[in-house]
């Protein structure tokens, strides 16, 4: 074959190539125009973002997550067509974050089944996470800056029951004995002994296991700590100090929580909330947060309201991180 003819022959599959390409965004637009237009008004509030914030309110029944489902695959599929017409085949991940495994897998399903179905588009290019799981394995990936060695941990999930909230109030009472009895005389208490044991009884299973639980889980999944916690107690004028007792128990957990010396920071059991902790003390180290909003586009959640400030925080972080998040 002649010099002539072989740059001919390139020439024409380059032609070739770039009709098929053409014609392959066009398809693709179609499909994405076909999808747009089958949504209901609110719908297409999601399905029309490109960039920024955008939140939507929605009453149960509505067709959010099928809207979100939709949307989601047609941003991922603008993503493609990016790529296609650019020439660039590194494209970042959208992120999907649901509050529960379930509704993760029900998202996730739709996503998908758009891709396939709607779109003729490979059913990759996201990922679908419950927060904590997303937290997790942010943590997990950056062990050094997390501070979470998981081989080394147990997960737990508190309640006012579980034997580290009850533990917590034991610990509380006997290095607080003084506090302990004022809370316990209260008001109008004759030292009765049968009024005694009763008003024992309900600040040990009852009052105590209550206040730690709730006060423990809005102080951490707020950034608040219990020295934080008892520093501010100090400006308060209560009779019974509750915040300075509710900070007692706080701290009295966290030290059940890690059963080494209190200088070793790698716990041996975590919650919830120190997932979210972990995975924002790695983004504070500038690599490994750039690592991680390398790899993302843009931060779907789902149930928006019910996330915690450090939970919100977290995923405007991941989304902050190039042009198009």
């Known amino acids: 074959m002649s010099k002539d003819n072989f740059t001919d ?8 190539l770039e009709a098929n390409q053409q014609s392959s965004l066009a398809k693709l637009n179609d499909n994405i125009v076909a999808i747009r237009d089958s949504l209901r008004p609110g719908q297409k509030q999601m399905a029309d973002w490109e960039h920024g914030s955008l939140a939507v309110s929605a009453v149960p029944g509505a067709g959010k997550s099928r ?27 959208l ?19 758009c891709l396939r179905d709607k779109l003729s588009l490979p059913q ?5 996470y419950t927060l904590h799981g997303l937290a997790l394995n942010i943590a997990s990936r950056h062990p050094n800056l997390s501070g979470l060695q998981l081989e080394n941990v147990t997960l737990i999930t508190p309640n006012q029951s579980h ?35 009763r008003r024992q009884s309900v600040l040990r299973t009852e009052v105590l296991p209550d206040l730690a639980y709730t006060v423990i889980h809005e102080a951490k999944s707020s950034g608040i700590t219990p020295q934080q916690l008892k520093k501010w107690s100090q400006k308060t004028t209560d009779k019974y100090a509750i915040l300075q007792v509710a ?51 843009a931060v779907f959640e789902d149930e928006a309201q019910d996330s915690s400030p450090l939970q919100t925080q977290l ?11």
């Open 9 to 16: 022959l390139v020439e024409q599959k380059s032609l070739e």
């Open 67 to 93: 809207g979100m489902a939709d949307a989601a695959a047609i941003a991922i599929a603008r993503q493609y067509q990016h790529s296609l017409s650019t020439g660039n085949n590194y494209r970042r991940q």
């Open 95 to 113: 992120i999907v974050v649901t509050f529960t495994r379930s509704a993760a897998a029900n998202i996730k399903a739709k996503i998908r089944e």
């Open 124 to 128: 990759t290019g996201f990922a679908v």
């Open 163 to 197: 034997r580290f909230i009850r533990q917590a109030v034991e610990q509380w009472i006997i290095h607080n004995p003084e506090q302990y009895s004022h809370l316990l005389a209260g008001k109008q208490f004759d030292g009765e002994e049968t009024e005694k044991l």
């Open 247 to 297: 900070a007692g128990l706080y701290e009295e957990y966290e030290n059940l929580m890690r059963r080494r010396s209190p200088s070793d920071m790698s716990p041996d059991f975590i919650d919830y909330d120190d997932m979210i902790l972990a995975a924002l003390r790695v983004l504070e180290n500038d690599s490994a947060r750039r690592i991680e909003q390398n790899q993302v586009f």
């Open 315 to 325: 995923l405007e972080i991941l989304a902050s991180g190039g042009e198009e998040a």
